[in-house]
């Protein structure tokens, strides 16, 4: 069955790819070549829009760059410090916001320098041995033209530059500083000087394969510019053409002109490139989409099988694995490694099995430990109907001498035992208000041993009360309290119980302000391991009893925690399902 299943597969698919492949060639040869035209005039224009985000990312870097600096509360402190009488200050502020200045260009490597011109055109830059020649700079003509803008901030027309005894193309920024952040700065503006060679060359462009690239500024004025051959159209007229268009293209003669003007300050990007190149990339694409269709299909026939075998095979093992399984062989186990849905399936396979190995340990680990704790209740009643006789005749005794404290604490004391013998008797839950019955016929006895040493907060939602939770779970965390973390203490301490429940969920707290646990004892108790248990006399279940308990019942729909530490008191949360929730299960 399995090999006529793999040769049906074979020849179906070989079939059914060779025509599709071919089908596929023929047709895209024969109409496709307009979109792909259309394709690679589209990929120019990504290219030039890409190239001029790029700008436009230094630009915005260049105006944050500038605004940090104004908004320096340090620079403009310093700044007011420059008309101080004091000659000292002067010159201290002065190398000061020179180093400042300095600083914020040790990441900027297209950034030459950074010149702040006072109100009364004072000069301070990053590089004060030029301080002079910067100030000299100020009546430019590049300079005097960005003042006449009448603009809050922009970019100079590219302009000259002299920077460590060498010159350079150079493009500046310049902000006006804004009085209303400081009505008392003396500082106008402040000028960022860029090295426009070093700027480009951040920029990632292939520049080998256009005939012409032109950077410009608002005004038409070339910033840069590579012309490898003569362009077909005048810039002028191109541009005219443009308009306000964020990106504009069209075909010349023998070129391909690209324009983009979605860079700050109205810069603009021109591109010419071949017509030759363009079509030369549709004509490879067109042959290597022919040469890849046949060495596709060559390439599908000849590893077709032997794929087709690596599939069916880890299937194969799969069924195999799970035969074992029916025959009750659960340690059988699969190792798929093909990468893809069967190597999940197998996965998961072999998950299933696990948890399945664990849930039946758990589940005889769950019954040895019900039965332990049917044990140790058992073996705590002890002819409990002698020691009713017993005690009834104390309380005679005690009616008799009018010592009726005595009486009060028996009577606490027998329906204690009377709840013991409850739980024997296979009823192993009671409701909240008969927990807390027994826990304050306890907390009476203990009163009566420990007076005035605690007081006890009752936090109980009525719609909690007829709740079901098991047996003896309130008690053991209230001794605990007590005698862990009350009496240790001097002073009167307080316990507190809260019940609440939300739709689904019991929360029951006790609280303490005694002496707290230390946290190798809380790791012990969350970690499961055994601790020391609570021995009052009255039932020898502690807190890992309870918790050992909690998780026998509920499993991983329940929690319980200690919230403690040294010296500020010890709070135990449980939290159960409820009885008639979908999380509860006996």
């Not at 007011?80 to 000292?88: G, K």
């Not at 991983?556 to 399902?577: C, D, H, K, M």
Request: with cysteine.
């Amino acid at each position: 069955m399995r090999r006529r299943i793999k040769t049906k597969i074979i020849f179906s698919a070989a079939a059914i790819i060779t025509i599709s492949l071919l089908a596929v060639g023929a047709v895209s040869i024969e109409y496709f070549r307009d979109i792909i035209k259309t394709q690679v005039m589209s990929d120019e224009a990504i290219k030039i829009k890409q190239t001029s985000a790029q700008i436009q990312y230094f630009q915005n870097d260049i105006r944050q760059f500038a605004q940090y600096i104004l908004v320096d509360s340090d620079i403009q402190m310093r700044l007011n410090v420059l008309y101080s009488d004091n000659v000292y200050e002067r010159l201290s502020s002065e190398e000061w916001l020179s180093t400042k200045l300095k600083s914020y260009l040790l990441l900027k490597d297209y950034i030459d320098s950074v010149v702040l011109v006072g109100n009364d055109g004072k000069v301070i830059s990053s590089n004060p041995i030029y301080n002079s020649y910067y100030s000299d700079s100020l009546q430019e003509d590049w300079h005097q033209e960005l003042l006449n803008r009448n603009v809050f901030d922009g970019f100079s027309d590219k302009h000259v530059w002299q920077s460590n005894l060498r010159e350079m193309d150079a493009v500046s920024y310049m902000i006006k500083y804004n009085p209303a952040l400081n009505p008392d700065s003396r500082l106008h503006h402040l000028i960022v000087h860029i090295n426009l060679d070093n700027l480009l060359k951040a920029v990632s462009m292939n520049t080998s394969e256009y005939d012409a690239i032109y950077l410009l500024n608002a005004g038409n004025s070339v910033l840069h510019a590579e012309e490898k051959r003569n362009v077909d159209v005048s810039l002028d007229s191109l541009l005219a053409r443009s308009g306000s268009m964020p990106a504009y293209s069209e075909e010349t003669r023998g070129q391909i002109a690209n324009v983009n003007q979605a860079m700050l300050d109205q810069w603009k990007l021109v591109t010419f490139k071949s017509k030759q190149i363009v079509f030369q990339k549709i004509d490879d694409i067109s042959y290597f989409f022919v040469i890849s269709t046949i060495v596709s299909i060559l390439f599908i026939l000849l590893t077709l099988t032997p794929v087709i075998v690596n599939i069916t095979r880890p299937i194969l093992s799969l069924t195999q694995a799970m035969k074992q399984v029916a025959m009750g062989k659960l340690d059988s186990k699969v190792s798929i490694r093909s990468g893809d849905e069967i190597e999940l399936l197998g996965n998961g396979f072999n998950r299933m099995l696990q948890e399945l190995q664990n849930y039946i340990e758990q589940s005889i680990q769950d019954e040895k430990i019900k039965q332990k704790l049917q044990i140790e209740l058992l073996l705590s009643q002890i002819n409990p109907h002698f020691i009713y006789n017993t005690l009834n005749t104390v309380i005679y005794l005690a009616q008799r001498q009018g010592n009726y404290d005595i009486v009060k604490m028996m009577e606490s004391f027998i329906r204690l035992l009377q709840d013991t013998i409850s739980t024997a008797k296979d009823d192993y839950f009671a409701t909240v208000e008969e927990e807390i019955a027994n826990v304050r016929d306890y907390l009476l006895i203990q009163k009566y041993r420990y007076p005035d040493r605690f007081v006890t907060d009752w936090q109980v939602d009525e719609d909690t009360l007829r709740e079901r939770i098991p047996r003896t779970l309130l008690q053991p965390l209230v001794e605990n309290a007590i005698f862990h973390g009350l009496i240790p203490v001097c002073e009167q301490g307080t316990i507190t119980i809260s019940f609440n429940r939300s739709e689904r969920q019991l929360f029951i707290r006790v609280s303490d302000n005694g002496i707290g646990m230390d946290a190798a004892l809380i790791e012990k108790f969350e970690n499961g391991d055994a601790i020391g248990e609570l021995e009052s006399g009255m039932r020898p279940i502690g807190l890992a009893n309870v918790r050992d308990r909690i998780r026998a019942y509920y499993g991983l729909s329940s929690e319980i925690r200690i919230e403690s530490g040294a010296g500020r008191g010890t709070t135990i949360a449980i939290v159960i399902p409820l009885h008639d929730s979908e999380f509860y299960t006996e």
